[in-house]
Each structure stands twice: as C-alpha cells, then as structure tokens.
C-alpha cells in the first residue's frame, strides 16, 4: 500500500495525538477535497476515516486508504455521537451557514469527542504563500483578487471571497457549538516553521501575527 506523506498534514496529526490523548478509532474530515488529507490521518492515526466534499474528486490512492463520498456539512448523513474526532481544514469558509454545519459535527460527534478546524485569517495582509499546488502567478492573482474585494468591501465569505475568519470571529463561533475551544495557531505556525519560532513569537506577542498568520487553527472537543 503506498504511504502518502504531506508535511503540513502530518504536523497537524502530530498535534492531534499530543493534545488529545482518547483513542481515536472513527475520524470524520469535513470538506476533504481530494482525500490526501484523510488518508494521512488514516495512517498517521491509526483511525478509520470518512471524508465527505460536496464534490466527487477523490485521489484514487487516498481511496485505498479511508471512505471518501459527496455529503452535505450542513446535513451530515450520520448518526449521533459516531465519530471520536472531527477535522476540517479550509472547509468552513466556504459553507453558506458555517454554524449549522459545527452544530451538525457536535451532534455527530461523541461526548468527549474532539476537533480541529482551521480556515483563512480574515485579516492577512497576504496569503496563499504556502499553497503547495499553486503557481506564484496564481498566488499574485488570488491575492489582487482579496484585495480587490477587501476594497469594494466584498470581501466576505457570503459574496463568494475566499475570506475565512479572524482569528476572533472562528475562536467565538466555535465557543457558540463546542464546550472546550483551544487557540493553536500560535503552535501550528512554530511546528510549521521550527526555525523561526523567536521571529513567531515576536510576532505574537507584538500583535503583528493578526495580519501575517495566513490562516488561524482551533481545536477542542465536546
């Protein structure tokens, strides 16, 4: 079986296996896009994982490897408390009623249960820098696009910008769902780029990271 590696993902399921220490057995990905994702938490975990996108575009080796099917975030087709962990990675910005979609990962997951849900930050002065299967002439695009819309005032989630949340805004709308909500971006980022953890933590304690951390990550649990 081939072992599919990404280095974002696996720090990410690294994290997860530091912070929550309740076996996870059923592991649900929100918006899984292509499946890569679920499929290296499937083996990074030990887990049986289910992906659901709204569209059918599934990588046939990450198919090997977890479910991956078209589902509703808003509607999930499971039944209560079936899942031990929820992951959603980019996801949430682009559902019309991101609240009903974490009432619907509350109610599929179990009591004790946990998450992680990370989106863009709302107020990055740039992003897309570490898109991986994007060209630096689409990275230029997408961002005159932000700014652009940022301009017109168009730039949120509802109008079709790939906005995401402030850091704020997702910490607070998952305070509204889930009973334990813990801010990670500040770990995410100082894992991502170990060698500049001093210049990370400048960042933060400056106040700078509002506008330079490209997306904000959370994690809790039921």
């Given at each position: 079986?081939?072992?599919?590696?990404?280095?974002?993902?696996?720090?990410?399921?690294?994290?997860?296996?530091?912070?929550?220490?309740?076996?996870?057995?059923?592991?649900?990905?929100?918006?899984?896009?292509?499946?890569?994702?679920?499929?290296?938490?499937?083996?990074?975990?030990?887990?049986?994982?289910?992906?659901?996108?709204?569209?059918?575009?599934?990588?046939?080796?990450?198919?090997?490897?977890?479910?991956?099917?078209?589902?509703?975030?808003?509607?999930?087709?499971?039944?209560?408390?079936?899942?031990?962990?929820?992951?959603?990675?980019?996801?949430?910005?682009?559902?019309?009623?991101?609240?009903?979609?974490?009432r619907e990962m509350h109610r599929t997951l179990k009591s004790g249960g946990g998450f992680w849900i990370g989106t863009p930050n709302k107020e990055r002065f740039i992003g897309y820098i570490g898109g991986k299967n994007t060209s630096l002439s689409e990275k230029i695009r997408w961002n005159i696009l932000d700014w652009r819309m940022r301009l017109t005032g168009n730039f949120e989630n509802k109008l079709g910008a790939h906005a995401g949340f402030t850091r704020k805004e997702l910490g607070d709308l998952l305070r509204s769902v889930f009973g334990q909500v813990d801010d990670r971006t500040l770990q995410y980022f100082k894992r991502i780029y170990p060698g500049k953890r001093r210049l990370i933590e400048t960042l933060e304690n400056s106040g700078l990271s509002r506008s330079v951390y490209p997306s904000v990550y959370f994690s809790g649990s039921k």
């Open positions: 079986m081939i072992a599919l590696t990404d280095s974002k993902t696996e720090t990410v399921a690294a994290l997860i296996s530091e912070f929550h220490t309740e076996p996870i057995r059923k592991l649900l990905v929100v918006g899984c896009g292509s499946g890569l994702e679920a499929a290296i938490l499937a083996q990074r975990l030990g887990a049986d994982v289910t992906g659901i996108d709204i569209e059918e575009n599934f990588d046939l080796a990450a198919l090997a490897l977890c479910e991956l099917k078209k589902g509703d975030a808003m509607a999930l087709e499971f039944g209560d408390g079936l899942f031990d962990f929820i992951f959603s990675y980019h996801a949430l910005e682009h559902i019309d009623e991101p609240e009903t979609a974490l």
